[in-house]
Structure formats: structure tokens, C-alpha cells
């Protein structure tokens, strides 16, 4: 033995679930893939996209927020 802990093929699941959610795979297709329900699947691993808010923030912010118009330009 090398000295290396025993991986059980769970863990190599979530790694895989975990490193593509954080790379931006899109949650239902990464549900997919490991046979979960989307709710099991965020629910289990919705801790590993923290990004994910950041940009969803960021959208409605991007969205809502009013174009500004200058009445007086200067020429």
C-alpha cells in the first residue's frame, strides 16, 4: 500500500457532480447524468455553485436597473 485512502465509487460521483457545477455544466444536465431529480441534485449540491448567485444577481441587476439618458448632451 502507497499510503493512499480507499475511494468508493460514491465519492468519484460526487467529485465529478461537484467539479462540473462548479465549471458552470448546468445543473439538470448534471442531474442527468448522475440519475438525480433536479431537487435531489440541488438540494445535495447547490453549496458547491456559489457563483451562481453572484450572476444571477448580477443579471436581474443588469436588467432592472434603468438606462441612463443624458438630456443635455454636449456637442
Not at 460514491?10 to 448546468?26: E, F, Q, V
Not at 455553485?49 to 441612463?68: E, G, R, S
Request: overall charge negative; charged content about 15%; aromatic content about 6%.
Amino acid at each position: 500500500m502507497v499510503g493512499l485512502t480507499d475511494i468508493r465509487f460514491h465519492d468519484c460521483r460526487h467529485t465529478a457532480a461537484t467539479l462540473m457545477l462548479s465549471h458552470g455544466i448546468p445543473p439538470v444536465l448534471v442531474a442527468g447524468m448522475l440519475g438525480h431529480s433536479i431537487s435531489i441534485l440541488l438540494n445535495t449540491y447547490a453549496h458547491f455553485i456559489p457563483t451562481m448567485q453572484d450572476q444571477a444577481a448580477k443579471l436581474m441587476d443588469d436588467v432592472l436597473t434603468p438606462i441612463p439618458i443624458d438630456f443635455n448632451p454636449k456637442t
